[in-house]
């Protein structure tokens, strides 16, 4: 809770995000360098649209990476039983 203070806040609403509907941003007063607002907004959806993008590959590469795993598991157990079957034979 802020009592008595002016806090500079960015809401952006429908992010797109399956994390969060609504972010929101308190800028910092006083920065050394000047940055309109424009720019600012910009930032802070372009770190919010993030959210989206790092889940999207993340959801991809375990795809890919379950598949390898299913591979190098049939790989493994045709070996196994290729020797097994020469030993045996």
């Known amino acids: 809770m802020i009592k008595g203070c002016k806090k500079n806040i960015?809401?952006?609403t429908n992010t797109g995000s399956p994390y969060f509907e609504e972010a929101y941003f308190i800028v910092r007063r006083g920065g050394d360098i000047d940055i309109s607002e424009d720019d600012i907004v910009k930032e802070a959806s372009r770190i919010a649209d993030m959210?989206?993008?790092s889940y999207k590959n993340k959801s991809s590469r375990s795809c890919r990476f379950r598949f390898s795993y299913f591979l190098y598991g049939a790989s493994v157990c045709?070996?196994?039983f290729g020797i097994a079957t020469l030993i045996m034979g």
Do not use: L, M, V
């Open 10 to 12: 960015i809401h952006i």
């Open 51 to 53: 959210t989206n993008i």
């Open 78 to 80: 045709s070996i196994i």
